[in-house]
Nanobody, 112 residues
C-alpha cells in the first residue's frame, strides 16, 4: 500500500487549499478512504471519510468547511479545505481504513 499526499502549503486564514492523495497497491474503489490531521505537538485526529459509494462523514470541527471526495478512475482522494483557520495547521495524512499503513503526509500552515 502506498499513499502519497500532496497539495499542502502556506495560506492565510480564510483561504483555501485542495489536498490530493494518490493511492496504489490497493483496490482503491473498494476501500473507505479518510483524511487525518496532526497538529504540532498533538495526536493524529480523524477529519473526514468517504466510502466506496461516495457517502461522506466529517469531524464537527470541519463540517461546512471541508469536502472530501474521490476519483476512483484516478485512484485519488481529495480534500477541499475552505475557510481555513490557524487551528487547521498541521500535517494531513490520507489512509485506507482497511489497512494499517500511513503514507507521507502534506504540511498545511494557516497564518492568522
Amino acid at each position: 500500500v502506498q499513499l502519497q499526499a500532496s497539495g499542502g502549503g502556506l495560506v492565510q486564514a480564510g483561504g483555501s487549499l485542495r489536498l490530493s492523495c494518490a493511492a496504489s497497491g490497493i483496490i482503491f474503489s473498494a476501500n473507505v478512504m479518510a483524511w487525518y490531521h496532526q497538529a504540532p505537538g498533538k495526536q493524529r485526529e480523524w477529519v473526514a471519510a468517504v466510502n466506496s459509494g461516495g457517502g461522506t462523514n466529517y469531524a464537527d470541527s470541519v463540517k461546512g468547511r471541508f469536502t472530501i471526495s474521490r476519483d476512483n478512475a484516478k485512484n485519488t482522494l481529495y480534500l477541499q479545505m475552505n475557510s481555513l483557520k490557524p487551528d487547521d495547521t498541521g500535517v494531513y495524512y490520507c489512509k485506507a481504513l482497511s489497512y494499517p499503513n500511513w503514507g507521507q503526509g502534506t504540511l498545511v500552515t494557516v497564518s492568522s
